[in-house]
C-alpha cells in the first residue's frame, strides 16, 4: 500500500485499515480542523489556490512515491 510507504511532515501516518459497511477504510489521526472540506468552509479566507496546488502535489507524492517540497505561492517558479 502506497500511503502506508509515505514518511513526509505534510501527510499523516496510515495507522491501519478496516472493514466497515463492506468497504475498506484506512485510518489516520484525527484532524481537529477536520477534511479539507470542512477546513474550507470554517475559513472563507482559506488560500484555495494554495490547497488545490499542495493537493496535486499529494496525489503526485503518492503515485510516484516520491517526496516533494510543499507547494507555496510565495515561492517564484524556476524555469
Avoid: Y
Amino acid at each position: 500500500m502506497a500511503w502506508g510507504a509515505l514518511h513526509h511532515p505534510n501527510v499523516l501516518p496510515l495507522l491501519g485499515v478496516t472493514m466497515s459497511e463492506n468497504q475498506l477504510v484506512m485510518v489516520a489521526e484525527w484532524m481537529e480542523k477536520g477534511n479539507i472540506n470542512e477546513f474550507v468552509k470554517a475559513d472563507p479566507n482559506a488560500d484555495r489556490l494554495e490547497l488545490v496546488c499542495f493537493s496535486l502535489k499529494v496525489v503526485t507524492l503518492v503515485r510516484n512515491r516520491r517526496l516533494f517540497d510543499c507547494c507555496s505561492s510565495k515561492t517564484s517558479p524556476k524555469g
